[in-house]
């Protein structure tokens, strides 16, 4: 190693973060890739006494170099944090798994007893997931509670081993009587799809521990909706539900909105992007007038809303005294439909909450109405041969308090129906549908 280089590694070392039991080089922009690269990081990790958390991310470590880490982790058995998101840029997909191995090995060895592990960022495939598919199995993850694995590009192979290990450590973990409480998991950009997101449900359901679910980006669609909606139902402590950017349609809100009449003490919906449409949005609001007691932030932007599934979206949130913001920005409600919606959420006193609707994306045209109801039967026929009810069965149901005028735009949410409501269709809604 050069002799600059090794003074610049002085240099980062000296700004090294130590204190409560954390030891950090976080975002040093690091190169390490032999041993003799981390000959100092690997004397300070040995010397710190009672060791709970190692911060490594922002820089980047090759095989060799992760040994060596790895070798100094062996006795750290207090180790309870991995902070390891980031830490391989620029590296040989092909040497991640091998890293991986080698720093997993070291905390079994250790004995250590995670809660926290951090491996967004690394961009390692299927093949990463492998690299720690045997620390998820052991005993060191028996205790873990938040695994966070944001743009990993794990794939829909990669999913399904993630989920068979976590079933795997949470049945070992069991049988010892001390089951596996999972409370946040973090899988954004991930590219899971259905297959990977329905192997997934399947470990959270088994697991019940949840409160934090985030898996944005994923390419799911409803029937991978529906696997998760079903998985959420078996985790009653969930506060935090982020599915920004899946495509539910109606079928995957509809099943999602029967699950969340089950939970008590959710706090976050992100449901952004995720063409949740006009009639999954009143499946939700049903749910928001009867439960959701402590729902803070309602996000259902860019979701082929119209203006009728907005103004009963709105008076929905009326009585949620906890509710701090309910995001339709870039729907279809229209000119018109914006400012009724404004007016409504003033008349309620409730204007503070409304986000911004500066990206409405104007009325929708009776083409794309069409468009979507043959798209919408479609997806039916797909989830009856799957086992799965269609909307007539889905025991999401309006409340028949409105009056039959009312209802005629609740079961056909279009700017047609709503129109024949006439110019005082916001004080109608308000007046029946509270």
Not at 87 to 98: A, D, K, N, V, Y
Not at 347 to 370: H, Q
């Amino acid at each position: 190693m050069a002799s600059d280089d090794i003074a610049l590694l002085a240099e980062a070392l000296s700004k090294t973060h130590v204190g409560y039991g954390e030891l950090s080089y976080k975002g040093q922009g690091l190169k390490l890739d032999n041993t003799e690269s981390v000959k100092e990081l690997v004397r300070e990790i040995e010397e710190y006494q009672g060791l709970r958390a190692l911060r490594l991310e922002g820089n980047t470590v090759g095989v060799e170099a992760a040994q060596a880490i790895a070798k100094a982790l062996e006795c750290k058995d207090q180790l309870q944090s991995c902070h390891w998101s980031d830490m391989f840029t620029g590296r040989l997909r092909s040497e991640i798994p091998t890293a991986l191995r080698s720093l997993g090995s070291a905390l079994m060895t250790a004995g250590a007893r995670l809660r926290e592990l951090d491996l967004s960022d690394n961009a390692f495939g299927p093949d990463g997931v492998k690299g720690i598919e045997t620390l998820l199995k052991s005993s060191v993850c028996h205790s873990l509670q938040e695994l966070r694995l944001n743009n990993c590009g794990m794939g829909i192979g990669g999913g399904k081993i993630l989920a068979a290990a976590l079933t795997e450590c949470h049945e070992q973990s069991s049988v010892l009587g001390a089951p596996l409480k999972l409370k946040v998991f973090q899988a954004g950009r991930n590219r899971l799809e259905n297959e990977g997101a329905t192997a997934l449900a399947l470990a959270f359901q088994l697991m019940g521990s949840l409160e934090e679910v985030h898996m944005p980006q994923n390419g799911i669609n409803h029937a991978g909706v529906t696997a998760l909606a079903t998985a959420m139902q078996h985790n009653p402590h969930l506060r935090i539900l982020n599915l920004n950017d899946n495509t539910f349609t109606k079928r995957g809100a509809l099943a999602m909105a029967q699950a969340l009449r089950h939970l008590r003490t959710v706090q976050v919906i992100n449901f952004g992007d995720c063409l949740v449409r006009s009639e999954g949005a009143i499946a939700l609001s049903a749910v928001l007038r009867e439960g959701l007691p402590t729902l803070k932030e309602l996000n259902l932007s860019f979701g082929e809303i119209t203006e009728a599934a907005a103004l009963v979206l709105a008076q929905a949130v009326q009585d949620k005294p906890h509710m701090e913001k309910l995001d339709l920005n870039g729907n279809c409600l229209g000119e018109e439909g914006c400012e009724a919606l404004k007016e409504t959420m003033d008349n309620m006193d409730r204007a503070d909450i409304l986000a911004s609707l500066s990206d409405d994306e104007g009325e929708p045209d009776e083409e794309e109405e069409e468009e979507e109801e043959v798209e919408d039967e479609d997806n039916g026929k797909e989830m009856k041969e799957n086992g799965v009810k269609d909307e007539k069965e889905s025991p999401v149901k309006l409340e028949p308090t409105c009056h039959p005028e009312i209802l005629s735009f609740l079961s056909s949410p279009t700017a047609e129906t709503l129109l024949k409501l006439g110019d005082n269709r916001t004080g109608l809604i308000q007046q029946h549908c509270i």
